[in-house]
């Protein structure tokens, strides 16, 4: 099979942004002949936007991601890629420099609408021949197709957030990069996870629901209800970093994973995301508040485990004054929730 077509098929097999990631930047590398293929996302935090790369792939070397809890410290400021900064400005799909030992760098943004989250950039020893500008161009729209279909089936069509099926492999992801990092060995049945330092960096997932959101469905219907959902779900992504993921799980009931931060900082960043909730003047609805509980990610407790007990610590800030972030541990260890035994708590969601 011509090699072109080859790349082709791989790339479309996928159903994983990774692999189509390296699929995309594996099909460039060897069709164009370049130096160095890399994928960066754009991330937009607070009006300012950065550039992280998220995979690459060398001349003779095989792809590397960057898909660590930490990958945030890779973050630049899109200011100091003047020509990329220029081309997202001005809504164009390709840039082109020079550098001082006369290497091409290409950088095509993959604009998804008037977005772009991505951008590939590729490194040539010499100036691109309109062949290869033609196979490259080739591959970004079969990537920009695809990019546009695998975000369609992990998106929750109401709020844009992902969904529900999404999760189980995200946190499955997760799992497995804490248990690269988590040194302590399995707590007994039960307990919590205490034996790391309080302050030590770690994964969390927190279980959020809105408080009476029955009663602002019944009086305001389910049209106001439902912009407050899209609005719970705006203040959702700009509470919370780009590298940590945010999942509506149907209803009202929002879930959000952590990346790499201390039970402090998670607990700021949650309490962050509640107040700015109940500070928010909701469209004709008013004041609209949020229940949160959360829990540390510890590799040694099953999924459903590890939701289960934040969803323990959810109910118990439901049912005890609501508009409140609980910490799943923290109740466990002042008593006010009892520890249950792991294979006990499977029966959630
Ligand atoms: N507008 C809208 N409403 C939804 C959607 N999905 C679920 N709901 C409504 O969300 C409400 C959830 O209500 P309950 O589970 O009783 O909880 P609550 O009123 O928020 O009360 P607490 O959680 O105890 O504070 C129900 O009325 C559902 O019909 C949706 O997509 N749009």
């Not at 994928?39 to 898909?67: C, E, H, S």
């Not at 973050?75 to 006369?102: F, K, M, R």
Request: proline share 5%; aromatic share 8%.
């Amino acid at each position: 099979m011509d090699s072109l077509l080859r790349h082709m098929v791989d790339m479309t097999g996928h159903r994983d942004h990774t692999m189509l990631d390296i699929s995309a930047i594996s099909a460039v590398q060897e069709l164009a002949g370049a130096l160095q293929t890399r994928v960066l996302a754009i991330n937009t935090v607070r009006g300012q936007k950065f550039v992280r790369p998220r995979a690459m792939v060398g001349a003779g070397l095989p792809p590397r991601l960057f898909d660590q809890p930490d990958s945030a410290q890779l973050d630049e400021p899109l200011s100091g890629y003047p020509e990329l900064g220029a081309c997202i400005a001005q809504h164009e799909d390709s840039v082109e420099a020079i550098t001082a030992d006369g290497r091409r760098i290409l950088w095509l943004p993959i604009w998804m609408g008037d977005k772009v989250t991505t951008c590939l950039e590729i490194v040539h020893p010499h100036p691109y021949s309109s062949d290869t500008i033609h196979v490259i161009g080739g591959i970004v729209s079969v990537y920009r197709n695809f990019q546009n279909l695998l975000d369609y089936s992990e998106r929750d069509s109401l709020t844009g957030l992902l969904n529900r099926k999404t999760f189980d492999d995200q946190l499955n992801k997760m799992v497995q990069v804490t248990a690269e990092h988590e040194p302590a060995p399995p707590p007994l049945p039960g307990q919590p996870e205490r034996r790391q330092h309080v302050d030590s960096e770690k994964q969390w997932l927190a279980v959020v629901d809105v408080d009476h959101f029955k009663a602002v469905n019944d009086k305001f219907g389910h049209l106001y209800g439902d912009e407050v959902l899209i609005l719970i779900a705006n203040l959702l992504q700009s509470s919370f970093r780009a590298q940590d993921r945010v999942f509506r799980f149907g209803g009202e009931e929002f879930v959000v994973l952590l990346r790499s931060t201390s039970l402090v900082n998670a607990q700021k960043i949650i309490d962050r995301f509640r107040t700015n909730v109940e500070s928010y003047e909701f469209p004709q609805v008013g004041r609209v508040t949020v229940s949160v509980g959360f829990v540390g990610i510890s590799a040694y407790e099953s999924p459903v485990n590890i939701l289960g007990r934040a969803d323990q610590a959810l109910y118990y800030a439901k049912s005890n004054g609501r508009n409140q972030a609980c910490h799943y541990d923290q109740l466990v260890s002042g008593g006010q929730l009892q520890a249950v035994a792991s294979n006990a708590t499977a029966e959630f969601f």
